[in-house]
């Protein structure tokens, strides 16, 4: 687990379509009360309170009770776990995509 104590792995966070959609909602957001973000989904409350959970035990999320509300925002610094994984296999991917070209070329002459 990273330096942010993490409760559960951020690549498991982000596995779901569900809890992705969540992530980029409150990416274009400051903060979104539960019943704003339950609103654009075909699921109820504890459903959603589910995902957000999960997304909070990986530090992507935090919360906060405004009277009777539940506010969310979102903590990015956990995402770069993932783009520091991406860019390591990218690497890989770059090289070969580098030596398919290369075979190609010779094969055309």
């Known amino acids: 687990m990273s330096e942010n104590n993490q409760l559960r792995d951020v690549f498991d966070a982000i596995a779901d379509p569900t809890r992705r959609r969540l992530i980029r909602m409150l990416s274009e957001a400051e903060e979104l009360p539960l019943h704003e973000l339950t609103a654009q989904f075909q699921m109820g409350r504890t459903a959603?309170?589910?995902?957000?959970?999960?997304?909070?035990e990986a530090g992507l999320v935090f919360d906060r009770k405004v009277g009777r509300e539940t506010r969310f925002r979102l903590n990015a610094s956990p995402l770069k776990e993932i783009q520091d994984w991406v860019a390591f296999y990218s690497k890989f991917w770059s090289s070969n995509m580098l030596r398919l070209k290369q075979l190609l070329e010779e094969e055309e002459q």
Not at 48 to 55: C, E
């Open 48 to 56: 959603v309170s589910k995902h957000l959970t999960i997304l909070k």
